[in-house]
Structures are given as C-alpha cells and as structure tokens.
C-alpha cells in the first residue's frame, strides 16, 4: 500500500449536523441548545472554568497558581569547587568534559560556572555564563575563562551628575536695568 492510497474506513467521516432547518430533521426549533438561558443566546457562554460562581478549581488548588515563564533559561550549574577536584591542571573543560566527569546531566543545556568553592590548578573553562567570583578565582589560578556567546557587556559606571546651577538671584528685567545703567521709564523711586 502507498501513501496515496490510504483512505479512512467506513463510518470514520460523518457529515455535518446542520441544526434549525425544521423538526422533521431532529435537531429544529431549540437547535439542540434546550430551552432558554445564558447557553441559548447567540455569542451566550460562560468563559472556560466558570462554576457558576462557586469557588473554581484552579483556585482551591493553590499548587496550580502562578505561570511558567516561556522564555526562562534553565542552566547547567558548576561550581569551581568542583572543577578543581575533578580535572588535573592545563585541562581545557567544556560541556562535553563536563558531562563525562558527570558534573552536569545533559551537555544540550547551556552551563554557567558558579564560584563556590576553591580552586587551586589552572584551567580553561569554556560556558556560556560566568559570575563574577567564578571568574575572578579561575584568574587567580592561572586560568582563563572562554564565553560561548561572548562576553556580555558591562555595565558602564555611571558620569558624576553635573554640579547643580545657582540659582538666580535676578530677573532678566533687572539684569536689562543694571546693563542700561538707569531704571526704566515709569519706574523711577519717588
């Protein structure tokens, strides 16, 4: 038999029931909608998970609340602790390495070296993420540490705030006035 010789079996399709064209077809007048109510009216329903207003499922079960955020990321955490128990020094660790020192479960996940523990031989360290601790003992053991995705950017210290202005003690009006060298007319001290 080839693909396009499959068919669906006997009694598989059926056609469409067409409701409110007369009672002689079984399903005229009410439209299998019964009688009359909120179901019964056109654009009529209650939203998914309605009880008719006794207290719903999803909020007597208090397990089933919140979300899952679709774009977390779930990492492969290491400490360096570990890495220094576990590869002899001058050793590249990435992944792969990780996996079959079974430091981490699966080498598809991204890693992220955190920097728990001590670390005393010199290693090249390849993640995609890094804290900074983690980054600064790899250093202080010779190491280096490769970012798969480069590194990120920091974050530039912030410019000191200009010195605030004084303010001023005069208007432009009196200003005019001193420049002109006399009070303007009309304004003379009698």
């Given at each position: 038999?080839?693909?396009?010789?499959?068919?669906?079996?006997?009694?598989?399709?059926?056609?469409?029931?067409r409701v409110g064209r007369g009672n002689a077809s079984g399903h005229g007048t009410y439209s299998g909608k019964g009688l009359k109510g909120q179901k019964a009216r056109?654009?009529?329903?209650?939203?998914?998970?309605?009880?008719?207003?006794?207290?719903?499922?999803?909020?007597r079960m208090a397990r089933k609340r919140g979300f899952?955020?679709?774009?977390?990321?779930?990492?492969?955490?290491?400490?360096?602790?570990?890495?220094?128990q576990r590869f002899p020094a001058g050793s590249a660790v990435d992944a792969q390495a990780l996996r079959a020192a079974r430091l981490i479960r699966s080498a598809r996940r991204p890693v992220k070296v955190l920097g728990d523990g001590e670390l005393s031989?010199?290693?090249?360290?390849?993640?995609?993420r890094f804290t900074k601790p983690a980054v600064?003992?790899?250093e202080a053991a010779g190491g280096s540490v490769r970012w798969l995705n480069g590194e990120p950017r920091r974050a530039e210290p912030e410019a000191a705030a200009p010195a605030a202005t004084p303010r001023r003690a005069r208007t432009a009006k009196t200003e005019t006035v001193e420049a002109?060298?006399?009070?303007?007319a009309g304004e003379e001290e009698a």
């Open positions: 038999m080839r693909q396009h010789e499959l068919r669906q079996p006997a009694g598989a399709t059926h056609k469409r029931k056109a654009g009529g329903g209650v939203r998914p998970g309605f009880e008719g207003g006794q207290l719903p499922l999803i909020r899952r955020n679709p774009f977390r990321i779930d990492y492969e955490e290491v400490n360096v602790g570990a890495l220094g031989v010199a290693l090249t360290v390849e993640a995609v600064a003992k790899i002109a060298g006399s009070p303007p």
